[in-house]
């Protein structure tokens, strides 16, 4: 029941930061309406996506995902300190934030936008790039971050798995 707790927690708290900072950016640039609670949270801004244009929409979209990326790396350094924590919660807390922090928002770059749209057009839009290098680009962070979690984050906190999405496909000589 504590995993539980602690993977919903911290799903809460990635949510929270990644939606907040879309929040925080599209404040400042006085783009920020409203936002909409269901399962996941939803920011309203006052443009239309057909009417976006400028630099902006780079920073609206993209600043969150490169701040809960950025924390997911920086619990990656931090996660020997605390995987030899005695207190169970907090090491499987520290431990579901880094999962969901390195692989979401890569995710959510990279294949989101042929499910759900996503922060990607954004981007794209803001840099006027295509849609697709965006993806690319943030598909091979997700292929790192993958094999980041199978080869560093998972051994630093004992997890052993079959499964092989979270087995290393790259193999280094040490």
Sequence with gaps: MKKWLAFVL???????VHEGMHVLIAANYGEYEAIHWSIFPQV????AVEERTGIQ????SGTSNL???SLGYLLLVLGKRVARSQNVFLKGAIYYLTLISLLTDAFNLSIGPFIYGGDAMGIAVGLGISRYLVQAVFFL?????RE?????LLP???????HPLFRPWLLFKS
């Design 10 to 16: 911290m799903a809460v708290v990635f949510l929270t």
């Design 44 to 47: 309203i801004f006052s443009t």
């Design 57 to 60: 929409w780079a920073f609206i």
């Design 67 to 69: 701040v809960t990326l």
């Design 141 to 145: 962070v997700l292929l790192v971050n």
């Design 148 to 152: 980041l979690v199978a080869q560093v």
């Design 156 to 162: 630093m906190y004992g997890v052993k798995t079959s």
